[in-house]
């Protein structure tokens, strides 16, 4: 079943697709269903390049990608910076190449907050 608050993506031609809302049992794409997006964590990397850095002052979420800025190219770059509670997405930034990748948001209660970024060529991080 397709699940809302998810990304998939076509291994055939690239296309991501974010749930907003999941009724259908399966997404296709390129006549194949498209495969569930899973996040990846600092234990699979370390901080250097992909992972979420998140600093809080405040309401204030401030979030760059990658304790070394993550490149910014036109074929690699960080597409996407998510904040997420308690399973659902609260607050989004989508980038383009030529951003940094790094996003700041203000939330009503910073408690029990993760934030995911997804690069096009290395999939999805979670801090």
Known sequence: MVK?????????CGNVVDVVSAAAPEIHCCGQPMNEIISKTIEQEGKEKHIPIVTIEGNNINVKVGEIAHPM???HYIQLIQVVKDGKIIKEKRLCSTDSPEATFILDSVDEI???AFCNVHGLWIN
């Open 4 to 12: 809302k608050n998810t990304l998939y993506k076509c291994e055939i």
């Open 114 to 116: 993760k934030v995911r």
């Open 73 to 75: 190219t036109e074929e």
